[in-house]
Structure formats: structure tokens, C-alpha cells
């Protein structure tokens, strides 16, 4: 299957790097089976950083892979993902030992409902609820070194204003 990283740099190599800010699944090596989704965080991290050019870096993910090693798969958003995603959010030094991550995308619009769910506005079912009535693209989570290996680097896509 083809999965899709963006970024300002070709990738022929991926990597566990340490995050600036939290994430959803925690840090790792994020992609998306969505190139239009790879394609929107490219150009919004283009327009942050006023750059020129970036990339959709494509890769083939040996789907074996989540039989191979330690997966944590999220179809849907569920209680167990909000906690999981809560907990990689709030929980300062929160560390998980999963290899992959598969799951929604906690989106723009997702993190406004996450903040009224933190803001006790909304309860954990309310969420739930909310969520599931978004169209939400999805995301692996690449989370160690040995995870990495189920992947090969196809091409990068250049991407322009």
C-alpha cells in the first residue's frame, strides 16, 4: 500500500525524530494513505516557514508489518483513542510501546472539539459523537527503529505555491 509523508525536504530515509510540540500518537515518523492530506500539511508548513517548495514523499508500506510487530490500530474514533491521543497530548513524558500507530487524524477542526472536551464542555461521549460525524483521514505512526524498515521510499513529489 502507498502511504504519504509531507515535508519541506525529500525523505528517502526515514527517521524517529523528537518532536517540537505534542502529537497525537507521540513521536515517530508520521504518514497518511490521503496524498491530498500529505499535500495540505506540506503547504501549510511552507506558508509558516515562507518557503517555496516542499514535498509529498511516497513510500510502500508492507502491511505485513502490523502482524510483525507491536500495532495499536484505531478504526474509528473510539474512548480508547481519545484517551490514547489525550494521553500523548497532556501527559508530559507520556511514552507508549508500540511500534505502529494506525488511526484518525486529529485535524484543525478535531482539535477544537478536543479543546471544548478538555474544557469540560463537551463529555468523552459527546466527543465521540462529534467526531464521527467529521470525514477524517488517517495516519500512521511509524514509533521505532525497526518499524521504519517496513517501508521503501518510492519518490518525492515536489510541491509549489
Not at 19 to 27: E, N, Q, R, S, V
Not at 83 to 101: A, P, S
Request: charged residues 25%; glycine residues 6%.
Amino acid at each position: 500500500m502507498k502511504v504519504f509523508h509531507g515535508s519541506l525536504v525529500q525523505v528517502g530515509k526515514p527517521e524517529i525524530r523528537e518532536p517540537l510540540h505534542t502529537l497525537d500518537y507521540g513521536k515517530g515518523f508520521y504518514t497518511t494513505t490521503s496524498y491530498e492530506q500529505a499535500e495540505a500539511w506540506v503547504k501549510r508548513k511552507m506558508n509558516e516557514n515562507r518557503t517555496a517548495v516542499g514535498y509529498v514523499n511516497i513510500y510502500e508500506f508492507d502491511e505485513l508489518a502490523l502482524e510483525k510487530y507491536n500495532a495499536l490500530i484505531f478504526d474509528k474514533p473510539s474512548e480508547e483513542w481519545v484517551d490514547f491521543v489525550m494521553r500523548n497530548r497532556t501527559e508530559k513524558g507520556f511514552l507508549h510501546n508500540y511500534d505502529i500507530v494506525y488511526g484518525p487524524v486529529a485535524n484543525d477542526r478535531v482539535y477544537a472539539a478536543f479543546a471544548l472536551f478538555e474544557g469540560g464542555i463537551l463529555n468523552k461521549q459527546e466527543l465521540i459523537k462529534e467526531l464521527k460525524a467529521y470525514k477524517l483521514v488517517d495516519q500512521y505512526l511509524f514509533h521505532t527503529e525497526i518499524s521504519l524498515q517496513s517501508l521503501t521510499f518510492i519518490k518525492a513529489e515536489e510541491v509549489t505555491r
